[in-house]
């Protein structure tokens, strides 16, 4: 419905049946991924997803702490989450994945949210201390 529009607009499209052609994406101006009922290998969202510099260059890490179940805005830009293991007391989470670290915009402003640091231990961890530095920077500019 929308390729020949896209060509009368003067765009090159090309149409793909997987996900590896997210592994090239140079020279590309718009992805319109209708993919459903299926799974996109980590490799291939590599080039789909824009580092933020707020977490430019930290790859994952384990943070044993205290997580949160929240209720979050969908608007927010998710840096980070965290999933959820068993709990005797509350089966239903499991595997639930939430956000931990994420942004917005606020009116004029920027907000920044780290609920990593339940502990003082917590800001040990060299990842969150860069991650909240970094942020306390960014929402300040």
Not at 16 to 22: A, F, R, V
Not at 23 to 47: F, R, W
Not at 91 to 103: C, D, H, L, R
Request: hydrophobic letters at 40%.
């Amino acid at each position: 419905m929308f390729i020949p529009f896209l060509r009368e607009n003067g765009f090159e499209v090309t149409v793909s049946g997987t996900t590896e052609s997210y592994l090239d994406l140079d020279g590309t101006d718009l992805v319109l991924q209708c993919v459903t009922m299926s799974e996109i290998p980590a490799e291939h969202l590599k080039g789909l997803v824009a580092e933020h510099p707020i977490v430019e260059g930290i790859k994952h890490f384990d943070v044993h702490t205290e997580q949160y179940y929240i209720h979050y805005d969908p608007t927010n830009t998710v840096l980070a989450t965290t999933q959820f293991e068993s709990h005797p007391d509350y089966p239903w989470i499991e595997g639930a994945v939430m956000p931990a670290i994420w942004t917005r915009a606020w009116g004029e402003g920027k907000v920044f949210v780290c609920t990593v640091g339940h502990k003082l231990d917590d800001l040990e961890v060299p990842e969150v201390r860069t991650i909240i530095e970094r942020g306390l920077l960014w929402a300040s500019k």
